[in-house]
């Protein structure tokens, strides 16, 4: 561990060699670690790259978590800390930070994953990894975003599987297709204009008996299928006039040649193409997702519940701040960031969704998204039909666009989400007698019945 607090190099006796020689001359008393002073048991000397460096040999049982320190003796004027790469550079040495993030993917699944980017490209390749046996990741383009990128990770075993998140450099990319990989055979063979000749002598009758073939229709009744034909005719008809429009003729190939020449040579917009690259391409389907708004408070929904915390276990929005001051937020530390986690309540679940690291980190719009397809997953394995978040800004991250967010990635899920603004709260008992007072006869209201009393309090109160 590199400690810029600490100023002498320390490693425990237990990763030295037996015949390593201890200086048992060279003793120091270490304050600071505990309220008294620890005896080391000498020192040593260990070459790095060449140059010698003293280590001063402590007991296994020293109270820290590392197997040593690299205090100021071993940094002062030599050594440069480099967050920007996660390495520490030393006498023209480098050594990368060892990433104990680790993330669970269940067996047999595909799971949204982040590697540590190492260098500055916005925008690269990421080669196959082998990260761990039955594990597929890698042979990407990727996107960036803060020193993380974003890409799937597919587990092939019937296990799930722990891994530690890889820190990669991305690789340059020249350029990107901007259409489909095209035929290596030369456009004016042979082969490419029998291809073509065939495809276009097809007839329509010929095209909706081979469709009929591949389909099992001897259950049908002669409606049914009759039924089916026109459906075929329908799509065929759609179809055609589009197909005329792309399919290649050997009259223009010299022209064709041309336009996919002008296409490769032009660079113009291609970024703007691979501004995402890692969101999939999703079809335009209605939306299925119900949503809500009401003033009641997050307790008083008997639903699953659905709050934001850091990985201290803290709170980040209102509805976890709820749940704490009543005893039912659950004790949740060192959660992975950007993951959701169940926990039983009452008949239903209250899902916590970690999005930052410590209280005085800024959450990032990026974290948000992941941890709502977190949710996503978790909401469709469980089957949970609904669930309830309170309505209210996450640091400097505004509602609207996590309810947006929320929307988005529930769009083709059938699902009703309910947005609580907690304008109605539960008094204290010491407060009840004076509300109903309040509001049955006050000197301005005049006197009330129980009904009008009842609907006067609901409004405020629960």
Known sequence: MVDTGAAPNIVKVRNINSDTLIQMNNILYLSGITNGRIKTLGSIQVFVGGHSVTMHVVPNDFPIVQEGILGSDFLWGAANINLTDSQVEWKGLVFPFIANEKITIPARSKATFYLRVLNGLATGYVPPLSVCEGVIIGNAIVTNKGGRAYLHAINTT???????????????????????????????????????????????????????????LNHLNKEEAEHVDKNNIELLD???????????????DSTSDENISNVDDDSDGEDAIYTAPNVPYDLN?????????????????????VVFISQRGTPCDEGANILRQNGLLQDVRDTMVGRARPHPYKK???????????VSELIQRETIEESIHSLLDVVTELDLESFTISKCDIDNVPFDYTFDKLKQIFQ??????????????TPMPDERKDIIAENHSS????????????????????
């Open 348 to 358: 239903k679940k209250i899902i916590t969704l970690t999005i930052k690291n410590k």
């Open 238 to 252: 759609e179809t055609s006039s589009s197909r005329e429009n792309i399919l290649i003729s050997s009259d223009n």
């Open 443 to 462: 000197a301005i209201g005049g006197h009330k019945g129980i009904t009008k009393t009842y609907k006067r309090i609901r409004g405020n109160y629960f």
């Open 158 to 216: 019937e296990e799930e599987k722990e891994i530690a998140v890889p820190c990669v450099r991305l690789q340059e990319v020249e350029s990107y297709s901007r259409k489909n990989p095209i035929s290596l055979e030369p456009t004016g063979s042979a082969n490419s204009e029998v291809l073509i000749n065939t495809i276009q002598s097809v007839s329509q009758e010929e095209r909706i008996k081979g469709i009929k073939e591949t389909l099992r």
């Open 412 to 425: 083709h899920t059938p699902v009703s989400i309910t947005v609580c603004e907690n304008f109605i709260r």
């Open 285 to 305: 389907k209605s939306s299925q997702v119900r949503t809500n708004v009401t003033k009641e408070n997050l307790l008083s929904c008997k639903d699953n519940l």
